[in-house]
């Protein structure tokens, strides 16, 4: 499958990672969008939200706690923010589930 995120997770092409364990990955983004953009993902190729299932969905809360921890770790003490783009309305570009974690700066609402 030439999923670019798989190749990230399978460690085929470089990126500049953030916090890995067996399950989950998380890597700088290319484009920031933020002083602090980092894009986690289930090494599990998940499309979107739209393929989670009673059998997948716990990665996301795992997803969820790791941003919590990286948040942490990067001194996010003022807030931050979690992003999910899904489908072509939502912004998805990249067919691989993944959080955007986005902080450093003030968040505007709504987003654009
Ligand atoms: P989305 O628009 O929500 O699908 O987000 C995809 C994100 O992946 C964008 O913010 C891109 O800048 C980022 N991106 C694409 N390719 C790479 C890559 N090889 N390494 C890091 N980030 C990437
Ligand atoms: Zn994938």
Redesign the pocket.
Known sequence: MDC??C??ANHE????KVYEDDEVIA???????APV?V?IIPKEHISSTNELTLENKDIVGKIFMIASKIASDRSLDKGYRI???CGED??????HL?F?LLGGRNMKWPPG
């Open positions: 670019i995120f190749k990230i092409i470089d990126s500049e890597f700088n983004d290319l484009d920031p969008q953009h894009l992003v999910n783009n939502g912004g998805q570009t990249v067919e993944h955007h």
